[in-house]
């Protein structure tokens, strides 16, 4: 019992430590909101799936910044896309926490689409294509750069996958790839056991109905789509090599291996963290080395180093944790060189840029 209890609490950090942004109640104020009067502006663009239907507007006059370069600025349009428990934006607060501000700023057209925030690969993939979709005739653009995080890198895989011809970069950041050991403790420690008791459609539904919520506040319909077993199962190693017989584009052959970095037509980026308690005033650190204890080698905490892997890996150990990825919690990250993922998003951006994309 003891060995079980010890993978419980970490398996019950998983979802506490990827809900913190949402409960953060803090209002943040943009890096140029006092330059907002100058011009050119640059307002990135939010997306989500409403009754069925992809809709995207603009941000809030908050969220302009001033152009000041043409670093970042890509021929295609950045899309990014959010991991398990996520969002787009919720009034202040933005799951990519000013990132799209500073690709912006620095050239980028940028759209931050959301998807269920607890849903299957195939189901989130199917809405994050109707918003890309929806993208391409907004824009008038071919093609989009889609940029995931967590499980929002097996959402570009999807739509790379199954629309090659909208795509032309993919780039994943601590995606799950080959599984997470976290995952895998859920499913072993929490799932398995509420199924056998017939509990689990009520935990399960509890959750869910949080999450939809969570939809309802970040612009997505009442009615989208939750279902966090079917979200758990595919970031577990067994869902993960199940999506990859589907989608092997770009997954290396043997573990931490080289792989394709173009499939399709399509080019593979990816980079990843192996930080953990990486700022002592952040509470999600110390549930980073908590899950951390279920690893069996370095990680960001919830992602093995290798497991990162995709394309053209670029990086798999800056020092950062797994929300530290995304600039979470509200840009309360590590310090030193590679511990701010904001110049991450600006580097990858001019990447793409110099490469035509």
């Known amino acids: 019992m003891t060995k079980i209890a010890s993978k419980i609490v970490p398996a019950l950090t998983f979802g506490a430590i990827l809900l913190t942004p949402v409960l953060v109640s803090a209002v943040t104020v943009p890096n140029n909101i006092f330059n907002w009067w100058q011009g050119p502006q640059a307002v990135h663009e939010n997306c989500a799936i409403n009754n069925g239907q992809a809709v995207c507007q603009q941000s809030s006059a908050l969220d302009q910044v001033t152009v000041t370069s043409n670093y970042a600025q890509t021929k295609y349009p950045i899309v990014l896309a959010h991991g398990l428990f996520g969002f787009g934006q919720i009034g202040p607060i933005n799951y990519w926490h000013g990132i799209p501000?500073?690709?912006?700023?620095?050239?980028?057209?940028?759209?931050?689409?959301?998807?269920?925030?607890g849903n299957s690969d195939a189901v989130r993939g199917e809405q994050l294509l109707k918003q890309v979709i929806a993208i391409r005739a907004l824009t008038g653009s071919d093609k989009v750069n889609l940029i995931g995080h967590s499980q929002g890198v097996q959402s570009v895989r999807y739509v790379a996958g199954v629309r090659p011809d909208l795509v032309a970069s993919v780039t994943g950041i601590a995606g799950s790839n080959t599984g997470s050991p976290v995952a895998d403790a859920a499913q072993l420690v929490l799932i398995n056991p509420l199924k056998a008791t017939g509990l689990d459609s009520i935990v399960a539904g509890a959750v869910n109905f949080f999450l939809s919520l969570e939809g309802v506040a970040s612009g997505a319909a009442a009615?989208?789509?939750?279902?966090?077993?079917?979200?758990?199962?595919?970031?577990?190693?067994?869902?993960?090599?199940?999506?990859?017989?589907l989608f092997p584009q770009a997954i290396p052959t043997t573990p931490c291996g080289p792989s394709e970095t173009q499939a399709n037509g399509v080019n593979y980026y990816s980079w990843g963290g192996t930080g953990l308690m990486t700022n002592a005033f952040d509470s999600t650190s110390y549930g980073m080395v908590a899950a951390s204890l279920l690893q069996n080698g370095p990680s960001d905490g919830l992602v093995p180093k290798c497991s990162s892997h995709l394309g053209q890996v670029i990086r798999d150990d800056y020092p950062q944790n797994h929300l530290d990825e995304v600039n979470q919690v509200l840009g309360m990250v590590g310090s030193g060189p590679g511990a701010d993922p904001i110049p991450l998003y600006r580097q990858q951006a001019n990447r793409l840029k110099v490469a035509g994309f």
């Open 223 to 245: 009615d989208a789509p939750q279902d966090i077993v079917a979200a758990n199962y595919g970031l577990t190693t067994k869902g993960a090599a199940e999506f990859n017989v």
């Open 101 to 117: 501000q500073d690709l912006g700023s620095n050239g980028a057209n940028v759209f931050v689409t959301t998807v269920s925030s």
